[in-house]
């Protein structure tokens, strides 16, 4: 179950051995750090900014927080504690124990396969309670759906970019071999054996140039990741080569360079063999 | 000949070449001026839009974002104080609630909105159609609402408000009066809000939080400035936060967003060096194909400042081409990006992440020169060091 509450802090600086009553909780890194607390302080919490009912807690672990996207940036200060502390200390003055609500029970299914189901079940006998797979609601996030499709843009625009350069490229590429296929041509080899040669000549250069690509994207892999990990204060991975995003850049850039090479090599070919071997 | 005119002619006569460099320039170029015009573009957007709303203070009873932190106590009083002093012009009290809106095609559920409480003399929207709120129970919803709920001024609706997550759906619905159709600074482009007086908001409320209020907005008097009245109000009220426009802008630089600056600068680098080494090479492999042709002009009596001139030149020339053509290509991917972030729940519909500056152009015209320059000192090297009897008899030989 999970409930959340905004309390405030007062008195953090104690590292006393409390009395064995007092009931202990977990704070994150980065509380820790700014309150310059410790294992075994104690701190006094309150449901109210007025610091009214205070109760005192100890510190019994500080946690690294579950990384979280939608908080990036903000300084995670945060309390875990017992679900009957929180609810002892955040009830209304007067309320009847047992009248509180929490927003989210975590299920742990035995089967994972079984959350549609789970969910359809839980909608039909409790009306008011909305059950979803954590994955899917991962992936619905709205705002991570909008930088990925952000970014694809961004990538499209690279591709479009690239393939620009490349089709220059090969077609200097090409020329500067004019007076060499102008020979081969001359000495009889069809177009199409030469156009087979320059064509594996183009899947070397692709498939060496997509791997130097691979190994220098997971090189910048780390080098994001910390960047972005330092500035944020979070363990969140930023950019991660998986192998299906390894495999789809290898899927568009070999044949793109592949292509490139065929088109310019096809215009050179398609002159005649004195012309190209004149000098 | 000058050098470059003699560089435009070397371009000009292979123009598939020449073209695909302006091109694959461009393309690179537009990237890269977007990324100027988003480094900062959603802060100066921001700005412009808290500028917009007449109000250059915010007091807050924590340095929590508006809606996001404890409501202010007695804020009706706070506000009359704020009004009162002499730095101030005007105040008004905002409280920020969600209200379900029993509406003709909102199916079974009704309209979720978002629903805001006034106090004070002016009020943070435009009146579009209708009058504004008046001391009864009256709303004023924005254009999305009157369109999704067929309202218009003088309709009735059935409006159920959500002011407490523990206490959803346990308020009775109360029937309000549509008194106009207003625009509202914040809203999301397929937002709908409603708003009244605070008094209203809190009766709807179930008159738990009466005289709360999220966040009270001022308008400094023109001849004491800001920051005097910022010192005002802290000074009249010690127990709440006061922050000016530049404040709050500044503390949503620090937040989350600030990803935005973060990715165009990686981006930026990115694109940088990629044009920097594929210009480099473009221009290489050409050089390397004019090597004849560049010692045979050294024999004939150009200077090695001169074919190094006419390298600089060409690639300027490529560079300065493509420049050209990345900023109309640059905008018009711009406005595709913005309209993709722009679809993050909750970026309000006037606020944009690719906003124009002049810096960001005078950066992008740096940035084209030096890549120009950067990419042209590889071949430029090639040349200055090329030994002409030694290339022409290879040239003859070969």
Known sequence: MGAAAAVSIHASDSSTAPGTGTPSILISRQLAETEQLSVGSTIRLSRGSDGREPRTFRVAGIYEPTPDPARLGATIREVQMHLPD???????????????????????????DDTDRFARDVSARMPGIFASSATGAAENTGPFVVLQRFHLAIAIVTIVASTVFLLALTIMLVDERRPTVGVLRLIGLPSGRILMQLFLEGVLIASVGAVFGLVLSLLSEGLINRFFQYHYDTTLIFVRVSPVVAAICV????????????????????????????? | MNAMSFAWRSLVRQPARASLGVLGVAAVGALLFDMLLLSNGLVVSMRDLLERTGFDLRVSATDAMPGQGPLIPDAVAATETISRLPSVRSAVALRFANATLQVADAGPRGLYSSFQGVAGGAHPWTILRGHDVGAGREIVVNENTERIGHLEP????????????????ALPPVEFTVAGIAQFPFDTIRGTTVATSLAQLSAACGGNELNEADVIMASSQEAAGVDAAVADVAKALPALRVASNAEVVNRFERGGFTYFRQISTVLTTVTLSFAVLLITVLLTVSVNQRLGEIAALRALGFSRWRVVADVLCESILIVGGGGLLSLPLGLLLADGLDRILKRIPGIPADVHFFVFEPSALQIHLLLLAGTAIIAALYPIRVVAALPIAATLRDEVVG
């Open chain 1, 86 to 112: 929180l609810l002892d200390l955040t009830r209304e003055p007067g309320a009847p124990a047992g009248s509180e609500y929490v927003e989210t029970i975590n299920v742990a299914l035995k089967d994972k």
């Open chain 1, 251 to 279: 899927a568009i850039a070999v044949p793109l360079g592949v292509t490139a090479t065929v088109v310019a090599s096809w215009a050179l070919l398609r002159r005649n063999g004195l012309r190209l071997a004149r000098r």
């Open chain 2, 154 to 169: 003088g309709s009735h609706v059935l409006l159920r408000a959500s002011c407490d997550s523990s206490e959803r759906q």
